[in-house]
């Protein structure tokens, strides 16, 4: 199901990129986004191989024995459901600010940072070895939280649309964008993440809502994107751009 979300959602925001561009005159297109679903592509079969598994096993484990927050407040189905889903969410906010915290993690992050033509397509450019970290500190995650199976097969599907939305290159009138985003994390929201600026790269972490970054007080908001330039100042060769060059980012600079 999660598969069908994708193809279809990224297609249409895909398709909907080329009429309603935020950025204009984008050149090989096609190209940058063979290379980006590449990774995607890659990335799904390889966590599905490794960690699919693994995933189902730490669940079930966690209900049978008890284990976990949401075990131990012996809730109702229902608000247990909307707890883990919260808490879920607040985890990938702080995973993310970890990753560019901490260099070790960032030397992985920053190749989702250096796409200098952001659009639905950087959705999935994650450097494998992010995805694999990620794929193991949510194991120690999902029992510590005891979030059950459903639950994290929900968020995945509510999360795929959300980031796919949030890193298209679509023109999202402001007052659009402001009404969504005081809930979810917008285009006009996340595009400030992906800016050459340090202190704008630094900010706006969330994944699906946007009250984390006001909590953690690195909501930062901007009234003007023409003068949005993307990417690392230091990946901005044609070199680090091409699939080989991603492939190498958390070991050269
Ligand atoms: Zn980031
Ligand atoms: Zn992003």
Redesign the pocket.
């Known amino acids: 199901m999660k598969i069908g979300v994708v193809i279809i959602f990224l297609s249409l925001t895909f398709f909907l990129e080329f009429l309603f561009p935020l950025f204009q005159a984008r050149s090989k297109r096609m190209r940058h986004a063979l290379i980006n679903l590449t990774f995607g592509v890659f990335n799904a079969f390889l966590v599905g191989f490794l960690f699919s598994s693994l995933t189902v096993f730490i669940s079930q484990w966690s209900e049978l024995n008890h284990f976990g927050l949401l075990h131990w407040m012996n809730a109702s189905p229902l608000f247990s459901g909307c707890i883990a889903f919260i808490l879920f969410d607040v985890w990938m906010y702080v995973w993310?600010r970890i990753?560019?915290r901490v260099p070790f993690f960032w030397a992985f992050?920053r190749m989702?940072?250096t796409d200098l033509s952001v659009d639905s397509t950087t959705a999935f450019r994650f450097h494998t070895g992010e995805i694999v970290l990620s794929s193991l500190m949510r194991l120690a995650v999902i029992p510590l939280i005891g979030i059950n199976l459903n639950v994290l097969m929900l968020y995945e599907i509510c999360l795929q649309p959300i980031i796919i939305l949030h890193h298209s290159n679509l023109k999202i009138p402001e007052n659009w964008d402001r009404a969504f985003r005081f809930l979810i994390v917008t285009p006009n929201m996340h595009r400030v993440?992906h800016s050459q600026i340090r202190e704008e790269?630094n900010s706006n972490?969330a994944s699906i809502f946007s009250l984390w970054d006001r909590l953690g007080k690195t909501f930062q908001k901007r009234s003007e994107f023409k003068t949005l330039v993307f990417g690392l100042p230091e990946f901005t060769l044609k070199s680090s751009q091409s699939f080989f060059g991603m492939v190498k980012t958390p070991f050269f600079s």
């Open positions: 993310h990753n560019h992050h989702h940072h993440h790269t972490y």
